[in-house]
């Protein structure tokens, strides 16, 4: 069952398991992930904490104590989320260390309230950093046009980042220039570039659902042919601009200092339209220097299908241009689609956030002493 995804690890993608909760870490599952399905990190969303929280008795002991601490809500699911992060990259910290570094990282993401602030972001990744305090953490910021200066703020204060929610071609470009920027200040401070890392998390699966929503309208028979190939069309065109920026001759200058490469993180890769193969944004994505960020069952269906077989993403560019190419002659706008899902996706972690914080809200004011 898990030799696909050795051979997954051998051709250089780092699997990460998209999905963390207080019972993989007390059950000892995350460390079972990690020594036989090759699971060298983990990312976490606002969703994910959401789904976590609000299922099962995991979390009542730490909830009933922050209730007597009389905590914000605010306050206390800080404390739940770092906690779990915490614990999750104590068990990585193997992993981290083997890999020098590169893996057995865990994320965790800013306050998706504050995408559009970019002062609140940076105060709140500082934050986040100090509170889990492990070297193996990554700190999330969204790809929104107010997240781009944070991510340079954050890299230039040494601080290793996750880009999330990135779907757009230019403004991935705008994410690796960020993380350059970001190098270079951290470069002029004195600071260790060796000990900054980054990942790109560029979204897959989302962009089908959105382009072939658009091509059914159209319901020609060109239009329902393309659908199914936008989302790693685009994802390959990514890799393609990831080649060329990191070997630019100003990637090259900090690479001398000892900079790492930002890597590219293929997200949303759980396949959302069942008549797609279940390993479709898995398999079509393979490339060296990757990190496929899936979850479980997504996993559980790369190893059954077993078809793994090397690099799918080279020679791969002029193919996807056309495609794309051709869902836009079609009339479907590249520049909205990517927009829409943009705006979505900071509505959706918004939306989970606040009803996580609903939640934890009811449960505090449950466990809460009595006022004797």
Request: charged fraction near 30%.
């Amino acid at each position: 069952m898990t030799d696909a995804l050795k051979r997954l690890s051998d051709a250089g993608v780092a699997i990460w398991l998209d999905d963390l909760s207080r019972k993989r870490i007390t059950s000892g599952n995350l460390a079972e992930l990690i020594d036989q399905q090759h699971v060298v990190g983990v990312t976490t969303n606002p969703s994910i904490f959401q789904k976590a929280i609000s299922q099962g008795d995991g979390y009542d002991s730490q909830l009933e104590d922050l209730a007597a601490r009389r905590l914000t809500v605010e306050e206390a699911l800080r404390m739940i989320t770092t906690a779990d992060v915490r614990d999750a990259a104590d068990i990585m910290r193997p992993v981290y260390d083997a890999s020098e570094h590169q893996d057995g990282r865990v994320s965790i993401e800013v306050d998706p309230r504050l995408a559009h602030d970019t002062k609140a972001t940076i105060a709140e990744a500082k934050q986040l950093a100090w509170l889990v305090d492990r070297p193996n953490t990554l700190i999330k910021i969204p790809a929104t046009k107010a997240g781009l200066p944070a991510i340079a703020d954050v890299t230039g204060r040494g601080i290793s980042v996750n880009i999330t929610l990135i779907f757009s071609l230019d403004r991935y470009r705008e994410v690796m220039d960020a993380y350059l920027t970001g190098l270079e200040k951290a470069k002029a401070a004195g600071l260790d570039l060796a000990e900054i890392h980054s990942v790109a998390s560029f979204f897959v699966s989302r962009v089908d659902t959105e382009i072939d929503k658009r091509l059914e309208k159209i319901g020609s028979d060109e239009a329902k042919a393309l659908k199914g190939k936008a989302a790693v069309a685009n994802a390959r065109l990514a890799y393609q601009a990831y080649e060329e920026v990191f070997s630019s001759d100003r990637w090259l200058a900090l690479e001398k200092a000892g900079a790492n490469k930002q890597r590219p993180l293929w997200a949303s890769t759980g396949v959302k339209d069942p008549a797609y193969p279940a390993d479709l944004y898995v398999y079509e994505l393979v490339a060296p220097n990757t990190v496929n960020t899936m979850p479980e069952a997504t996993m559980d269906a790369v190893a059954e299908q077993d078809r793994i077989d090397g690099d799918q993403v080279h020679g791969t560019y002029e193919q996807a241009r056309a495609e794309l190419d051709a869902i836009e002659a079609l009339g479907v706008s590249y520049d909205d689609v990517v927009q829409v899902l943009e705006d979505e996706g900071v509505e959706k972690f918004e939306a989970a956030w606040n009803e996580l914080l609903d939640s934890t809200k009811a449960e505090l004011e449950r466990l809460a002493p009595s006022e004797a």
